[in-house]
């Protein structure tokens, strides 16, 4: 066996990529995680031979609690995720993560990633993490290196554990998600007419930016369950009914979840498609535009005109049966469950944060 080779371990460390790589700072939300690196390099008995492999190194680490020595009580390790940025309280700007400098410096090198939520850390308690590394030796004895406090080599990445970040509508005492005009004289085009459309009026569009009131915290990505997205309207209001035997007719409101994903970090220009339905499912209207969105923002559109349609071809036009749902997560996987409905000129309006 490998392990055979090894006198013992030279050195051992632990990092992680905040710009103080003994510091970092954890959302306890399930979502979000910090990287921590670990390092470690043996002596070997013969340098001509190989000494244990990767996985058995691998296999031989486990994470512990600086102050105790023991297992981790308050973090927990998992394949990396979606929301791993690096957060630092009180920064007016974004922290990127710090390039590793240590490459080729040890034999071997291993990422974790770590994260908290209240199921384990319900007190949403910090821990300091470092490293124990367990193997028999070739004598058949167990041996133990550890970076934990009385250690011969101490390393450790202090772990500071702070509740999910909650949002909330404006006036609250939370960060506010906000909902404003983006482009009050958006130009959406109708490319594809029905031919049971006998007459469509002048048409007016608006578009709608939905994000967090923050120069620091962004929506990355968004689910939605129910809600349609693009080029499927969210909300469907029917202003003014005035069908008879012979034509549907109606004075019309749809808003729209513009579909792209993922969000960028940078300005996004696109083209977009917008369909007015029938209740069967039938195109009445496809508009077309160009949209440009910024980093960390929805982009909602809303379609408003006036048309007359024979009868005997698609049927009446689809009405929303309920508002616009979607849960929205920032860089660090806090999430907030946002509710947009229709005023009753069928204007779309942000209607809870929660």
Excluded at 102 to 118: K, M, V
Aim: proline share 5%; with cysteine; glycine share 6%.
């Amino acid at each position: 066996m490998s392990w055979d080779n090894v006198k013992g371990v030279s050195s051992a460390q632990i990092w992680t990529d905040n710009p103080d790589i003994t510091k970092a700072y954890l959302f306890a939300n399930g979502n979000h995680q910090v990287k921590l690196t670990v390092a470690v390099s043996f002596v070997l008995s013969n340098i001509a031979e190989a000494g244990p492999t990767e996985d058995e190194v691998e296999a031989a680490i486990t994470l512990i609690d600086y102050q105790t020595a023991a297992g981790l009580s308050h973090l927990k390790t998992g394949d990396k995720g979606a929301y791993a940025a690096v957060y630092q309280p009180n920064s007016p700007v974004t922290i990127k993560a710090v390039e590793d400098s240590n490459t080729g410096a040890y034999q071997y090198e291993f990422d974790y990633y770590i994260s908290s939520d209240s199921t384990i850390n319900a007190s949403y308690m910090s821990e300091e993490v470092a490293l124990l590394i367990s193997y028999t030796g070739s004598d058949g004895k167990p041996v133990s290196y550890s970076t934990a406090s009385g250690s011969k080599s101490q390393s450790s990445v202090a772990v500071t554990v702070e509740p999910p970040k909650k949002y909330g509508m404006s006036g609250s005492n939370m960060t506010p998600v906000v909902f404003n005009t983006l482009d009050d004289k958006f130009q959406a085009s109708a490319t594809t007419v029905s031919s049971w459309i006998n007459h469509l009026y002048e048409t007016s569009a608006i578009l709608y930016s939905l994000r967090i009131d923050d120069s620091y915290f962004k929506i990355i990505n968004f689910i939605t369950t129910n809600t349609p997205e693009s080029p499927n309207a969210c909300l469907q209001h029917t202003i003014s009914n005035f069908s008879d035997d012979n034509d549907y007719e109606y004075v019309f409101a749809h808003s729209f979840l513009i579909a792209n994903k993922p969000l960028l970090a940078t300005l996004n220009v696109y083209s977009t498609n917008l369909d007015i339905m029938s209740s069967d499912s039938w195109i009445l209207i496809e508009y077309s535009g160009q949209v440009s969105q910024s980093p960390g923002e929805l982009i909602f559109a809303y379609i408003n005109s006036h048309m007359i349609y024979a009868k005997g071809g698609p049927g009446p036009i689809a009405e929303s049966s309920g508002p616009a749902t979607l849960t929205a997560y920032d860089q660090f996987g806090n999430d907030t469950d946002i509710v947009i409905n229709s005023d009753d000129n069928g204007y779309p309006k942000l209607a809870s944060v929660n």
